[in-house]
């Protein structure tokens, strides 16, 4: 089960970079990166486990760095795992 997790995100990270170098103005670039956080920040995703909140934490730093902004992190006591090494 966790290869398969493991090997979809590797293919998604190669899809990701694949869209990136597609973006040639700065607009479609931020376009890219609002909609990559948006499907990360669905329930399901960010919370499934502490990995997928850190990928949510890295992409709205990635897009708070492009638009030149703080960036609004999700607070990890308050958020409730679906998937955590605690719950085992």
């Not at 973006?23 to 499907?39: E, I």
């Not at 909140?53 to 999700?74: C, H, I, S, V």
């Amino acid at each position: 089960m966790i290869w398969i997790i493991v090997i979809l995100l590797i293919v998604i990270g190669l899809l990701l970079l694949e869209i990136y170098d597609l973006c040639k103005t700065n607009k479609s670039k931020q376009f890219a990166m609002r909609t990559l956080l948006q499907v990360q920040s669905q329930n399901g995703a960010y919370n499934y486990s502490e990995y997928e909140l850190g990928m949510w934490q890295g992409m709205e730093n990635m897009l708070a760095k492009f638009e030149d902004r703080k960036p609004t992190y999700q607070d990890i006591t308050k958020v409730d795992f679906i998937n955590s090494y605690k719950n085992r």
